[in-house]
């Protein structure tokens, strides 16, 4: 896979999601089926190693053998694939990027280190030392919300001057006056926002999403995105319902029962009902959506977003 400019790096791209069997082992062959789902309906992109892929649980070999997955049947269907090479260590980090190189993704994405808040010399010795070690392919810089060092609209741009290496940026996004601010930004690096407000983030010149939406429907997602694109106003009013189910349903998981984001990941993708066999688990010590909560939100979901569910072309 070619190596992805800023300006190529768009679209409703779909992330990886954990599968689980009962022992906590991963289950690679439902890990085969989920990314030939993603195929089938054409999604924009995949990502490997996000907080829904539960990064942060793999051992090395793990590591290795979701990605080289990913990378053959990702090349195979001929869709744009990044890697996460995100760890709370920056060393283990460093190692991730340096042998799945190899794979040849679209793009790299990475994290700050994470025991320590890193001063401003400190993110830019990792990145450039994660860009230099990376060349010629890209780094997306994912900066969560629950990052312990949130990013600034100028420093995002201090980043972009300094590490031509890094093109895009994944971030909780914001409202008008935080686009207003970013517009320096937006013209030197793709970003990419939450699936929930897609439409609303495209209007004010984000190039898409590593989407949450996707794992409720790959599909429906990627017919979304392609919605805004051909018409957006009614891509605006389409998110007008997301947002309200996504309020009423999605967040309360995490506001109200105290689950991890992940967690809401991998319950939204139980009730989108795509891959058979997911469970919403996720590995220890953390805690999924129970059984009730899953059919809820399934019932939800259909109520709120009927065309989401309906069969693609390629069924």
């Not at 001929?78 to 793009?107: C, D, V």
């Not at 994660?130 to 629950?146: D, G, R």
């Not at 793709?190 to 599909?219: K, Q």
């Not at 109200?256 to 992940?262: P, V």
Request: hydrophobic share 45%; aromatic share 8%; charged share 15%.
């Amino acid at each position: 896979m070619k190596p992805l400019r800023s300006d190529e790096i768009r679209g409703s791209w779909a992330t990886l999601l954990l599968p689980l069997n009962a022992d906590d082992s991963i289950d690679y062959g439902l890990l085969a089926s989920e990314l030939d789902s993603f195929a089938a309906v054409k999604v924009s992109g995949v990502y490997s190693n996000g907080s829904a892929g539960e990064f942060y649980t793999q051992s090395e070999a793990e590591f290795d053998l979701v990605n080289e997955l990913l990378a053959t049947i990702c090349e195979k269907a001929g869709i744009a694939f990044q890697i996460g090479a995100s760890h709370m260590s920056p060393q283990i980090s460093r190692e991730r990027l340096r042998r799945s190189k190899a794979l040849k993704p679209s793009a790299f994405q990475v994290t700050l280190p994470d025991w320590f808040v890193p001063s401003w010399s400190e993110i830019i010795a990792f990145l450039d030392t994660m860009a230099a070690e990376a060349a010629p392919i890209p780094l997306i810089l994912y900066n969560p919300p629950h990052a312990k060092r949130r990013l600034l609209p100028e420093e995002w741009l201090g980043i972009a001057e300094a590490v031509p290496g890094v093109v895009g940026m994944k971030v909780p996004g914001g409202d008008a006056g935080w686009y207003r601010t970013m517009q320096p930004v937006l013209s030197r690096l793709s970003v990419f926002i939450p699936g929930h407000t897609l439409a609303s983030g495209l209007s004010r010149g984000a190039l898409g999403a590593y989407s949450n939406v996707a794992c409720l429907s790959p599909a429906g997602a990627q017919r979304w995105y392609e919605l805004c694109i051909a018409d957006p106003a009614a891509g605006l009013a389409l998110e007008t319902r997301i947002l309200s189910f996504w309020q009423a349903h999605v967040a309360p998981l995490i506001t109200g029962q105290g689950l991890a984001n992940m967690a809401a990941d991998k319950a939204t993708a139980a009730a989108g009902g795509w891959l058979p066999g997911l469970s919403p688990r996720l590995r220890w010590p953390y805690r999924g959506a129970s059984a009730e909560t899953i059919t809820k939100l399934a019932a939800a979901a259909r109520a709120a977003l009927p065309e989401w569910f309906l069969p693609s072309s390629s069924d």
